[in-house]
């Protein structure tokens, strides 16, 4: 995943500069912002690429001279079939409707999104891979 991390990084710095550019010329703090957000979220997944690729090292496909054989075996992790997007999914909803319909049923979405988040992140957190 380091070529896909160096990627990522010009990209990253392709909007720092253009943020820059930007807002040094036009003033406009909507558009630079926009940049500015642009270039953190570039930030962010060059971020993820590199860690993985520091954890993971080289995969197969990034070797030149790599043979298929070399990329059999357990690929990842995987986790089993579960109902936490369905929850999530109805607690975001939830949660949108209670900011037309009432506090109450925004409290109440927002207690089902934050049990279906928690869903997401939580379950495997013993694992050690």
Same mark, same amino acid.
């Given at each position: 995943?380091?070529?896909?991390?160096?990627?990522?990084?010009?990209?990253?710095? #392709? &909007?720092?500069?253009?943020? =820059?550019?930007?807002?040094?010329?036009?003033?406009?703090?909507?558009? *630079? @912002? /926009?940049?500015? $957000?642009?270039?953190?979220?570039?930030?962010?997944?060059?971020?993820?690429?590199?860690?993985?690729?520091?954890?993971?090292?080289?995969?197969?496909?990034?070797?030149?001279?790599?043979?298929?054989?070399?990329?059999?075996?357990?690929?990842? #992790? &995987?986790?089993?079939?579960? =109902?936490?997007?369905?929850?999530?999914?109805?607690?975001?909803?939830? *949660? @949108? /409707?209670?900011? $037309?319909?009432?506090?109450?049923?925004?409290?109440?979405?927002?207690?089902?999104?934050?049990?279906?988040?928690?869903?997401?992140?939580?379950?495997?957190?013993?694992?050690?891979?």
């Amino acid at each position: 995943m380091r070529r896909e991390a160096l990627l990522f990084a010009g990209v990253t710095l #392709f &909007f720092a500069v253009a943020a =820059a550019i930007y807002g040094w010329w036009s003033y406009e703090p909507t558009g *630079t @912002a /926009a940049l500015i $957000v642009a270039a953190l979220m570039a930030a962010l997944i060059t971020f993820y690429l590199w860690y993985q690729y520091r954890r993971t090292g080289l995969r197969p496909e990034d070797l030149g001279d790599a043979e298929v054989a070399n990329g059999a075996g357990p690929v990842g #992790f &995987f986790p089993p079939d579960t =109902a936490y997007p369905v929850l999530t999914a109805a607690g975001m909803a939830v *949660t @949108a /409707a209670g900011v $037309v319909l009432g506090l109450w049923l925004f409290l109440l979405g927002a207690g089902v999104l934050l049990t279906g988040v928690c869903g997401f992140v939580f379950p495997f957190g013993d694992r050690e891979n």
